[in-house]
Nanobody, 114 residues
Framework: VQLQASGGGLVQPGGSLRLSCAAS????????MGWYRQAPGSQRELVAF???????NYADSVKGRFTISRDNAENTVDLKMNSLTPEDTAVYYC?????????WGQGTLVTVSS
């Protein structure tokens, strides 16, 4: 499975961005799909994930600001990010798990700065 992330860019504090992850095959059977991020000098961390049963989970730092959505028909997983702060600056990675195999996208850079 190949994952293609897009939508990153430069945004001012308080602004919004929408990231999209397109999978090369159907995601309907993928139990877990999520977004992670890695800031300079930091470890990669979970941002949000979506399970095949429709449930979602978020890191405490983004709860109430970010929304993950999964479109099984389009084979995409989006991350809508609102009220962005400079602390959200990072490379964002799309992630999927299927049959015990972990897949990662190439990452898309989000920079929050005035």
């Amino acid at each position: 499975v190949q994952l293609q992330a897009s939508g990153g860019g430069l945004v001012q504090p308080g602004g919004s961005l929408r990231l999209s992850c397109a999978a090369s095959r159907s995601i309907r059977s993928m139990i877990y799909m999520g977004w992670y991020r890695q800031a300079p000098g930091s470890q990669r961390e979970l941002v949000a994930f979506s399970l095949s049963d429709g449930s979602t989970n978020y890191a405490d730092s983004v709860k109430g600001r970010f929304t993950i959505s999964r479109d099984n028909a389009e084979n995409t997983v989006d991350l809508k990010m609102n009220s962005l702060t400079p602390e959200d600056t990072a490379v964002y990675y799309c992630h999927a798990r299927h049959s015990g195999i972990y897949y990662w996208g190439q990452g898309t850079l989000v920079t929050v700065s005035s």
